[in-house]
């Protein structure tokens, strides 16, 4: 279908609401009527065939599983995408259908493209690069059901497993168990073991890609407690450090800055809001309780953290450890860009020689 537009803005708007199965398809004019409704099966082959033919249009779509790999598509057949938050748009109220959604999103992205909350896409070989750290991380986690199945299990019946890393938990499960108890678990400890190789099998191909593919990545891994695993998940889901104009809002981008709630003259203190990406806040964190703990070296951002959990309450060392992961999320952008040698104790030094 051909419609005639002046200008460069498009002249057509149209709204997607992705199904797993099908999609509901609305499109609406520069002077806001629908002009065709669809549903058309969530396949390359069969959008590429509905997108046959129409002039350049402005497409909106919501962030979700298949939006990555259709936005790169339409935009490759030469419209403007833009992916909304679902999470931030305004709901469509009561009459919340398919064909209402897809309405409700040609209209937002109409209107003004901002009252979708854009969000951006990593590219495919990044998307490509994060499939092993998210196998890894999958892997990880469900070795850790076992072992708590496991011990919870074992107390149950009076056996206690020491504690130990949860490389050396089967070992350790085996010399605490006696022989007919060793049996009822041989199946959950042979999976465990199973598991184990797994994932160190990942770590392997993550450092090989790290030095093979990311060498960017040594940048990041001059601060202690950030290894290959942390460096390359920074790398690939930042993915071009360009886009953030302060390394200081990689913070908010991540979820590690407190949400606000202002409402005339109550401004409460709330916990972080937690948007972003969930996997790469995780391993943030993990690497302040490194920087933070016993094992953690000297330096800058060590003392500041831990002057941070000397003040207030009992929970004054969990905003430490929130507020070290969001300081080291910017620092790691920093070193990132600026491709500079870490000095772990340049503000002391700094201070020492003034």
Not at 165 to 181: G, P
Not at 257 to 275: A, Q, T, V, Y
Not at 278 to 286: E, K, S
């Amino acid at each position: 279908m051909q419609i005639e537009r002046s200008g460069t803005f498009p002249n057509l708007t149209i709204g997607i609401d992705i199904g797993d199965r099908s999609c509901a398809v609305c499109v609406v004019d520069g002077s806001g009527e629908v002009v065709r409704r669809d549903r058309v099966r969530t396949e390359e082959a069969e959008l590429r065939g509905w997108f046959d033919g129409w002039e350049r249009a402005r497409v909106v779509i919501e962030a979700g599983t298949h939006s990555p790999w259709m936005s790169r598509m339409i935009e490759s057949l030469g419209h403007e995408v833009v992916v909304a938050n679902p999470s931030r748009m305004r709901g469509t109220g009561k009459r919340k259908t398919d064909r209402v959604d897809a309405e409700y999103l040609a209209r937002q992205g109409r209107a003004d493209v901002r009252l979708c909350y854009p969000v951006r896409h990593r590219g495919e070989e990044a998307q490509r690069g994060l499939i092993a750290i998210k196998s890894r991380d999958v892997l990880v986690r469900s070795r850790g059901s076992l072992i708590r199945s496991v011990r919870g299990s074992a107390k149950s019946l009076g056996v206690r497993i020491g504690k130990c890393s949860a490389e050396s938990f089967v070992a350790q499960a085996r010399r605490d168990f006696s022989e007919d108890l060793e049996r009822m678990f041989e199946g959950i400890l042979r999976a465990i073991e199973e598991l184990s190789r797994e994932i160190r099998s990942y770590d392997k191909a993550i450092e090989r890609s790290c030095e093979e593919e990311h060498p960017e990545t040594k940048l990041l891994q001059q601060v202690a407690g950030v290894g290959p695993l942390t460096s390359l998940a920074y790398v690939l889901i930042i993915d071009d450090p360009g886009r953030f104009r302060r390394s200081r809002t990689v913070g908010a981008y991540v979820g590690l800055i407190p949400g606000r709630n202002d409402s005339g003259e109550r401004s409460p203190e709330l916990p972080i809001h937690k948007e972003g990406n969930v996997l790469l806040r995780r391993l943030l964190v993990q690497s302040a309780h490194y920087i933070l703990g016993p094992f953690g070296p000297d330096t800058d951002l060590r003392r500041w953290g831990l002057r941070l959990a000397d003040q207030g309450g009992a929970r004054a060392k969990k905003r430490a450890i929130v507020a070290v992961a969001r300081k080291l999320a910017v620092l790691l952008h920093r070193l990132w860009v600026t491709a500079e040698v870490y000095e772990p104790l340049r503000k002391t030094e700094l201070k020492r020689v003034a």
